[in-house]
């Protein structure tokens, strides 16, 4: 059985048919790429995924487990976890605690123990710390630790959201166009990590990009979204040549 | 060695606030026994603990939690009247002093954070600053209900009226406790300034120890990305709501200590209305926002200020509304947000392409 399942998944904004009849298939370590031109409704799937945005109509199953209507902290706890195209970190905190944060289900102590520091707050605190410096050190980001957010450079920054999108330990990881503003080398090396993640972790990823090197080089599969409608889906090689797909997209 | 270098930095600072309000406090006690402060200020040092932990209390709603409140009077209100009712209703019942007033102390902040709740369940599950306009609402709507509460109390039990003191038809053996626009008089005063510095450094102890705490953290995601908290799991809702009921609690604490110090106790604009929001917004603002020492510093500074310069105090409400409006247009106005967004972006940009 696959991961996810999506069937017949559409929304309208007003009058903008913006996701129509859509479907989707991923199975469990599967490398997965969502392309599609600018406003194609890539965005949207995922807020869709995530609970973001209600469905008008679908089926949205996550290990079977239909997730349609529930609401998007649900939905993370029920094992999904993403990025954003526009970065979205907690600025004001420092690099771990953005890490930290995305613990927060996992390493649980209620707030008066935190208030009043009983025992077991130094051991969650503890256990989080190392939790969240072993996970900054595979995203190399564990040198700024300390470092605000905000501070960082745009492509560690793009890497911090992956890192505390894991931390949240998802069965999926989708991930908004990761390679957005990043530099050639940059996008190789998040190349590298994507698929380090995807083995050390087994993780299942979804990903939405517009660098066809990223998508060609770590796809494994493809589904193109033209117009809110999926085009053509498959394995990545047999879809960056089908003759719709480079007329819809990649011949512009 | 890196994470405890971490912890140790958080506790430094911690301690240096703890030492910077202790060493104040001895300060002062040297002074007053030097004979050096006059009877004037020595009467404002209750009130000025009161208004510490209001600016200490507010900080967290404002700078940890991210939303406005302009009605952090309101929750003062109702920890003073609701405490100063009971201590003068158990003055024979309890007699020593530091029991009833422990009691006064946690029934003003219960009935503040209660309040508190009340307020944050419908204002703070709506996405937008509504926080702001039910809060002030909420201030002014407590202080004129206070101002027509009767309550007296006779042998028969407890009397209430919304009209005069004459229409709770107390029996000879009676006694009017809350008495409308003239308040609760007789009040035991129990607060005293060595309380009151205690009471900052409990407040403190909660404020700082829950900012640097799982559910601190969840809270100051909230505040800067709400979107990406809940996309991570983090009920937004429930450490809003808790963050704020915590805030009103302790505004609550500020309540207890300043009705305990007074010999009448009265809801008027002055001490429970919008005007005293706003002050203590100010002391928040520029102490700066989000900086817990600051809002003591600031509270410390604007209370006694205006006592030792009194030809200044003409120009106190001139530059305090100058000062924040500036800092209200700069921080909350969607405009000056959106240009500071683009600034922020275009330098984020521009850092880029030189890399
Ligand atoms: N909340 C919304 N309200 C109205 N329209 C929306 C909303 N969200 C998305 N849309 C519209 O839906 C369409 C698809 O947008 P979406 O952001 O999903 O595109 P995308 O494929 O991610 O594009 P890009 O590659 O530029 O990121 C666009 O026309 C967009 O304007
Ligand atoms: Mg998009």
Request: glycine share 8%.
């Amino acid at each position: 059985m696959a991961l996810l399942e999506v069937k017949n998944l559409g929304i309208s904004f007003g009058g903008l048919r913006a996701v129509n009849a859509f479907h989707l298939n991923i199975e469990k370590g599967c490398l997965y790429g969502l392309i599609g031109p600018n406003g194609a409704g890539k965005t949207t799937v995922f807020n869709l995924l995530t609970g973001v945005y209600r469905p008008d109509e679908g089926i949205i199953l996550l290990d079977g487990e239909n997730i349609v209507g529930k609401k998007t902290i649900e939905i993370n706890k029920t094992g999904i976890a993403r990025t954003f195209q526009n970065i979205r970190l907690f600025k004001e905190l420092s690099v771990k605690d953005n890490v930290k944060a995305g613990l927060h289900n996992h390493y649980r102590y209620s707030t008066l123990e935190g208030i009043f520091r009983l025992p077991n707050y130094y051991k969650k605190e503890k256990e989080m710390d190392e939790k969240a410096m072993k996970l900054l050190s595979v995203f190399d980001l564990d040198q700024e630790a300390d470092t605000l957010a905000a501070n960082l450079p745009y492509g560690k920054q793009r890497k911090l959201e992956i890192t505390r999108a894991l931390a949240t330990n998802p069965k999926l990881l989708l991930l908004d166009e990761p390679a957005a503003g990043m530099n050639p080398n940059e996008t190789k090396e998040l190349m590298e990590t994507i698929r380090f993640v995807r083995d050390t972790f087994d993780m299942t990823i979804l990903l939405i990009e517009h660098d066809m090197k990223l998508v060609s080089g770590i796809c494994e599969k493809l589904t193109v979204l033209n117009f809110g409608e999926a085009l053509c889906e498959g394995d990545a090689s047999d879809v960056l040549h089908d003759p719709e797909v480079i007329k819809a997209y990649l011949g512009e | 060695m890196r994470r405890m270098k971490k912890i140790n930095k958080t506790t430094k600072s911690n301690l240096i606030t703890y030492a910077i309000v202790i060493a104040l406090f001895a300060a002062v006690q040297i002074l007053t026994s030097a004979g050096a402060i006059s009877s004037l200020l020595q009467g404002l040092l209750v009130p000025l603990c009161a208004y510490i932990i209001l600016a200490v209390s507010l900080n967290l709603t404002v700078g940890i939690l991210g939303e406005l409140s302009l009605g952090h009077a309101g929750f003062m209100c109702v920890g003073a009247f609701t405490s100063a009712f009971f201590s003068k209703c158990t003055a024979e019942l309890i007699p020593v002093a530091g029991v009833r007033y422990l009691f006064a102390l946690l029934i003003g902040a219960a009935a503040a954070g209660l309040c508190g709740i009340l307020v944050g369940i419908p204002a703070l599950r709506l996405k937008g600053d509504y926080l702001a306009i039910v809060t002030l609402a909420f201030g002014e709507i407590i202080k004129n209900v206070v101002n027509i509460l009767f309550i007296g109390r006779d042998s028969e039990g407890f009397h209430f009226s919304t009209k005069d003191s004459l229409s709770l038809g107390l029996l000879p053996d009676g006694e009017v406790i809350v008495n409308g626009p003239q308040g609760i008089t007789g009040t035991p005063k129990d607060s005293t300034f060595t309380v009151g510095v205690i009471l900052i450094l409990v407040t403190l102890f909660i404020v700082l120890n829950l900012i640097h705490s799982r559910s601190g953290r969840a809270i100051m995601a909230i505040r800067d990305n709400r979107i990406a908290a809940e996309s991570i799991g983090i009920n937004v809702t429930k450490y809003k709501l808790m963050a704020f009921s915590i805030s009103a609690a302790l505004a609550g604490v500020g309540g207890v200590i300043y009705a305990h110090n007074l010999a009448t106790l009265t809801a008027q604009p002055k001490n429970f209305g919008y005007n005293m929001s706003i002050m203590i917004l100010v002391f928040v603002v520029l102490g700066g926002i989000g900086n817990i020492r600051g809002s003591i510093l600031a509270a410390i500074v604007l209370t006694l200020l205006p006592e030792l310069l009194r030809g200044l105090s003409d120009y106190r409400m001139l530059i305090y509304a100058v000062v924040l409006i500036a800092m209200m247009l700069f921080n909350w106005s969607p405009k000056a947000i959106e240009w500071r967004e683009r600034h922020s972006a275009k330098f984020k940009r521009k850092k880029q392409k030189e890399v």
